[in-house]
């Protein structure tokens, strides 16, 4: 990775002949490494319970499926089963607890917020597609400065049902008026991955991301070890998605 950069012309290069015409971007472990906050606010949490804390590590294996499914997978792993109002009234702790510090620790990735910015100026439109809440995204986007060069956010509680089902991807291009054949999926997970699948999108996987499932076993048409390879990746891409219409 060392000596590698994003710049305009490599960009470019890789968007010269109408593919992508969009990429969607997952956010948490593809575009930002958030789990040293998402993981403080956990042991608040728990703490707040008198449960023990967890590692940073687990915590980030239980990332990738909304708030709720991280809640219940935080309680479970210190033994505590929480379903129905109890893991709702957990899952709005978390929240409030979560949405004080959502960037004190978060980074963002390598090449992150230049790829968005150079493909913003070279006319690909970008969508995030998260599973996170819609708000806490804009927030986080806003704080990295590219908010503005995001053309829509997709949240897990924008509406249509969360990755892995192929709705929130569907949403996303729609509002931005893109057929899935000439747009690319980019995400760390399972969720991802087989969201994109479902929409019958490109998809990349980027390793070093949150999954329980090796980058490589993810099913995804390219994968690449971080996102400064991605220009590569879909300038190998191109032509089979070009081939396809
Ligand atoms: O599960 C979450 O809250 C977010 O995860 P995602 O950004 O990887 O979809
Ligand atoms: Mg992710």
């Known amino acids: 990775m060392e000596g590698k950069c994003v710049s305009d012309a490599s960009v470019n290069k890789s968007v010269p002949s109408g593919w992508p015409e969009a990429i969607l971007f997952d956010l948490d472990g593809t575009l930002i490494d ?3 906050d998402i993981a403080a606010a956990v042991n608040e949490l728990l703490s707040g319970d008198d449960l023990p804390v967890v590692s940073v590590d687990a915590v980030r294996g239980m990332i990738g499926n909304g708030v709720k499914k991280l809640v219940e997978r935080a ?3 210190v033994g505590t089963q929480y379903e129905g109002d109890a893991l ?19 980074v963002a990735m390598p090449g ?5 910015s150079s493909y913003h100026r070279a006319g690909v439109r970008i969508g995030v597609v998260t599973n996170k809440p819609e708000a806490f995204t804009h927030e986080i986007l806003r704080h990295f400065g590219i908010d503005g060069q995001v053309d829509v956010v997709v949240g897990g509680d924008t509406g249509p049902a969360r990755k892995p089902e192929p709705d ?17 999926m980019v995400g760390d997970s399972p969720a991802d991955i087989g969201a994109a699948k479902a929409a019958n999108m490109a998809s990349v996987a980027v390793h070093g991301g ?6 490589d076993e993810l099913g995804a048409d390219r994968v690449i070890s971080s996102l400064l390879d991605l220009p590569a990746a879909i300038e190998a891409l191109r032509p089979a998605a070009l081939a396809q219409g």
Do not use: F
């Open 34 to 36: 958030s789990v040293p």
């Open 75 to 77: 309680y479970a792993s």
């Open 88 to 106: 709702n009234a957990a899952t709005d702790r978390m929240m409030g607890i979560y949405g004080k510090h959502l960037t004190r620790h978060t």
């Open 112 to 116: 992150a917020v230049e790829l968005i």
């Open 168 to 184: 929130m991807l569907h949403h996303a291009l729609s509002v931005m008026g893109v057929a899935a054949s000439r747009a690319l």
């Open 210 to 215: 949150y999954t329980n499932v090796p980058a």
